[in-house]
């Protein structure tokens, strides 16, 4: 038994550990766990715990509907809000059919791949995540009402901004998980709030995002409150983005660093290439609801697909950083992908642009907000779901990345939600019944 299995069992034992949650997502980035006792820990490590595939959306059919969670001892953390007397820990897991291979539609299994290919070719992507949403109250039965929690503005304080000890407390709580937020404070929109995150390796990152969405809501709750990711709760405020801040390295070297006079390494322009050339195929993966596309092109959500330094109107903008933080921030993504399928697309672009050697287009240094000249000749991201579903079918590039039943799950559901958002009579109703409760 490995010495990090046993430094597990010993900590449950030792820490009055009642409850052990084996976390999984489902292919949309849903989380799930099911829990066991610390009896049936070492079983668990094993041989894995098995569980119905087929009640889940996207995995297997009825014949054959076992599989089975294998924890990852490395990802252990106390879950802070649940009592601390019978303690109750969280470890992910892989997902493996009875004879121990890897499921294919096992979105953290398909990150690790993406990982070990970019290892393979030399290269590691370090990933920060800026993390947007909206607190509401709930009515006296404890339901999400659509009242938001304050009425602040961008980096007001306290009373404007209300949620400043629930983001206190949620910071709080990561930290007790072992994750590191960097910056938080009031977003433009009522009740909106942002918790900016330190950058890792691509695994964890996205391990972290789903922590934090996990946590957040719980703490929220706790707080009588309901935490919103949905990209575009209100018409006429901001919506709530992921921006995804990735950096790339080759023997220890950070390839966004720029040199002295400012200028960046080839293989960083091509990786950058590689992301803008597949942007339009990938956003589906990248904003899966019809609700995502409310949100693209007003408060400095993007619109199309260019670059520059520091200007925010763009898809990817390159910070005013140095050293370790130099970096990329791609601004589309939204609170409702799955990271481990979104971080991996990624990667796979950015490596497919170097070994293309796909040349980068000249940055576009104007505010695209606030433009008099023709913008005709810029490339736009798919501008609602259906132009989405449409470029992620036709893309040859996707089929590389995906298994083909996840791609064919993943878009036959997104093509339900099409449909019925185009045959509602009330779509702002049809998006709530869909996403609000759930997001």
Request: aromatic share 12%; hydrophobic share 35%.
């Amino acid at each position: 038994m490995k010495d990090s299995v046993r430094e597990v069992l010993q900590y449950v034992e030792q820490n009055d550990v009642k409850f052990i949650r084996l976390a999984f997502c489902d292919i949309f980035g849903r989380q799930k766990n099911i829990s066991i006792t610390p009896r049936e820990l070492p079983r668990a490590f094993e041989s894995g715990i098995s569980f119905d595939a087929s009640a889940i959306y996207g995995f297997t059919g009825v014949e054959q509907s076992d599989l089975f969670l294998l924890p990852d001892e490395k990802t252990l953390s106390v879950l802070p809000w649940r009592p601390s007397q019978g303690r109750v820990i969280r470890l992910y897991s892989s997902i493996v059919h009875p004879n121990g291979s890897a499921f294919e539609a096992d979105s953290r299994t398909i990150l690790k791949k993406a990982v070990s290919y970019a290892a393979k070719k030399g290269y590691l992507c370090k990933i920060g995540t800026e993390c947007e949403f909206y607190l509401f109250e709930n009515n006296k039965h404890s339901i999400p009402t659509n009242i938001p929690h304050d009425f602040g503005g961008y980096c007001d304080i306290s009373p404007l901004d209300k949620g400043e000890n629930i983001r206190r407390q949620i910071c709080l709580t990561l930290e007790e998980m072992g994750i590191l937020p960097e910056r938080s404070h009031h977003e433009q929109g009522p009740g909106q709030n942002e918790i900016d995150f330190h950058y890792g390796n691509a695994l964890t990152a996205a391990d972290n995002f789903i922590t934090f969405r996990s946590a957040t809501k719980a703490v929220a709750f706790e707080n009588g409150l309901f935490a919103s990711f949905l990209p575009k709760p209100f018409a006429n405020y901001s919506g709530s983005g992921m921006h995804v801040n990735l950096s790339l390295y080759h023997q220890q070297r950070n390839l966004f660093e720029p040199d002295k006079d400012g200028n960046h390494s080839l293989e960083c322009q091509n990786f950058l290439a590689g992301i803008l050339s597949h942007i339009q195929e990938m956003t589906l993966f990248l904003n899966p609801l019809t609700n995502s596309y409310h949100r693209f092109g007003a408060f400095e959500a993007p619109k199309y697909i260019t670059w520059s330094h520091q200007n925010r109107s763009q898809l990817v903008r390159i910070p005013a950083a140095r050293g370790q933080y130099s970096r990329m921030e791609l601004r589309s993504p939204d609170m409702c992908c799955n990271p481990y399928l979104a971080f991996s697309l990624l990667i796979y672009a950015g490596l497919d642009g170097i070994e293309q050697k796909t040349t980068l287009c000249p940055s576009t240094d104007i505010d695209l907000y606030n433009c008099n000249h023709t913008l005709s000749h810029l490339k736009k991201l798919p501008m609602n779901l259906g132009k989405a579903i449409q470029l992620a079918e036709q893309s040859t590039f996707l089929t590389t990345v995906f298994p083909e039943k996840l791609l064919q799950k993943y878009l036959l559901k997104k093509k339900a939600e099409w449909s019925a958002y185009c045959h509602a009579k009330d779509k702002q109703q049809l998006e709530h019944e869909l996403y609000f409760n759930l997001e």
